[in-house]
């Protein structure tokens, strides 16, 4: 969809806008658009960002309630505010004024894996440190007096076989860069948890004069490191896309070894590659690239480090 708008003359923010659109509308392996990753309440939110690499500015909205179109309304912060990011309740009001419907964002799939992550004793949850035992039974919680420290599973509680976010990286025919990201966020998660895909420089980020990348996983960990920014960072010192985003990996490897995640990226001239973090269940990564070069759309898969 996003090559199609290229090739009938729209910019790089329109391709990027529908591309990540379309992935909303097709509910993208349950986990972009609607009825989807249910949060603790049943509830099923959005974020999403858009990145102008010619101008820098960004559109972002996080813990988007009942609005369907999550790329949509960030693209109209860019283009109706001088804000970058809009959150929660009052982020839907500002997508009704730009005339985006109300819309229920539950399906019975995602009211079925609510109901059934209810009858597990609301296992996996994020919680920690808490009493009644987070690991075996529901809240509501309250704060442990004595902190226990143990060491905290970073390998992902979601299904490590698909990605869990729509990023994406668009070269424009002069070099121009744009980028973008939407997601339903982490399954199970507390209600008002926002991850990386809307934080500009985690989720996703583009400069024309560099590169953009885009990254996927578990956020609450990627965000901390600005990925996508240190891998434009590297491609703009003369890194090649694939070692760029090597290195973004590594970095973050030290830190959380069990992570799950992967990050794509491309330059300027076109270049591009990927990386992800080996775990057990996810040893390769797949994404898809679409260029002059190819006749179709094509994909594409790397060795995870």
Known sequence: TAWRVLESGGSELDAVERGCGQCEI?????????????????ETTLDAM????NTMEVGAVADLR?????IGVARKVIEYTKHTLLVGESASLFAVRMGFPYEDLTT????SLFSEWLNQSCQ?????????????SCGPYKRREKITYKEEQTSSQ??????????????????????????????????????????????????????GAA?????????????????????RMGTDPTVACQKVISRIQKYAPKFFGAIVCANTTGSYGAA????????????????PLLSQPTEQVVDCI
């Open 50 to 53: 858009i990145m102008d690499g």
């Open 124 to 136: 996996p949850n994020y919680w920690k440190n808490v009493v009644p035992d987070s690991s075996k």
């Open 108 to 111: 019975q799939k995602s009211l």
């Open 276 to 291: 992800c973090n080996k775990i057990p269940g996810f040893t390769r990564f797949h994404f898809m690239v679409s260029n």
């Open 158 to 211: 979601r299904s490590v076989q698909n990605h869990d976010t729509i990023g994406m990286v668009v070269i424009g025919v002069n070099g121009t860069v744009a980028s973008g990201t939407s997601t339903n966020g982490a399954i199970h998660k507390l209600p008002g948890r926002v991850g990386d895909s809307p934080i500009a420089g985690a989720g996703s980020y583009a400069d024309s004069t560099a590169g």
């Open 26 to 42: 097709d509910q993208c392996d349950g986990s972009v658009g609607y009825g989807g990753s249910p949060d603790e309440s049943g």
């Open 66 to 70: 009942r609005v369907k179109n999550a």
């Open 215 to 235: 990254a996927t996983g578990d956020g609450d960990i990627m965000m901390r490191f600005l990925p996508s920014y240190q891998a434009v960072e590297y491609m």
